[in-house]
């Protein structure tokens, strides 16, 4: 069966610092991946998506990047941390073919930017 | 415009009763119409998925969607206590790698 990992699940950085967060699956080849952030009270914000090992599509403009260096992980860095990245950070992922309607999330890692 | 709207609620209801969740989406080019469910401090996870205009019923849920008014809806009945959750709606288009999540609507269910 497939299983989704993401760590740490909780993190408190200090403004200025660096990020990252990464996320691995298990059980599946060549999944789609996707970074979301998920702001208290707010729905999901999509950051990044993939489609295969060194394609990142970056949906909001913002001081994070991606990268996916292997086919089943996928890492959210910052250089930065602002106030503004607080939020419920989750990845996921999803079968390349057919139709996407279905994503499988992780547990999440819950960041507080101090 | 947003591309789905969703009332973020929150929303608290007494168990037993039978609870709507609402979407309204703008772009007709949308097919798939999705609900996931989020417990409080955990990832979302898929609930229901229909793509056609009509009903589609699992247990006590029930998934609704008018394509011709773009409105999409959930029906909890007799809600239980371990309904009490994050209900987002998420809509997407053939072909397309992403889903489009609305904002979520936050339900409580009081014994």
């Known amino acids: 069966s497939q299983t989704i990992h993401q760590w740490p699940a909780t993190l408190v950085q200090p403004v200025g610092s660096p990020l990252s967060l990464e996320c691995t699956v298990e059980?599946?080849?060549?999944?789609?991946l996707y970074w979301y952030r998920q702001a208290a009270g707010r729905g999901l914000q999509l950051l990044f998506y993939?489609?295969?090992?060194?394609?990142i599509s970056s949906e909001v403009p913002q001081n994070l990047s991606a990268s996916r260096p292997q086919d089943r992980q996928f890492i959210l860095s910052s250089k930065k941390l602002l106030l503004s990245d607080s939020g419920f950070y989750l990845c996921?992922?999803?079968?390349?073919?057919?139709?996407?309607?279905?994503?499988?999330f992780g547990p999440g890692t819950r960041l507080t930017v101090t | 415009q947003k591309e789905v709207e969703q009332d973020p609620g929150p929303l608290s209801v007494p168990e037993g009763a039978i609870v709507s969740l609402n979407c309204t989406y703008s772009?007709?080019?949308?097919?798939?119409f999705m609900w996931y469910r989020q417990y409080s401090r955990k990832g979302p996870e898929l609930l229901m998925y229909?793509?056609?205009?009509g009903n589609k019923e699992d247990g006590r849920f029930t998934a609704q969607v008018d394509k011709s008014s773009k409105y999409i809806s959930l029906f909890i009945r007799d809600s239980q206590p371990s309904d009490s959750a994050t209900y987002l709606c998420?809509?997407?288009?053939?072909?397309?790698?992403?889903?489009?999540f609305g904002q979520g609507t936050r339900l409580t269910i009081n014994p």
């Open positions: 998420a809509i997407n288009t053939q072909g397309a790698q992403k889903l489009v």
């Open positions: 229909t793509y056609s205009s």
């Open positions: 993939s489609v295969g090992i060194g394609q």
């Open positions: 996921a992922w999803s079968v390349t073919a057919g139709i996407t309607y279905e994503q499988y």
């Open positions: 059980g599946t080849s060549n999944p789609n």
């Open positions: 772009n007709s080019a949308f097919q798939y």
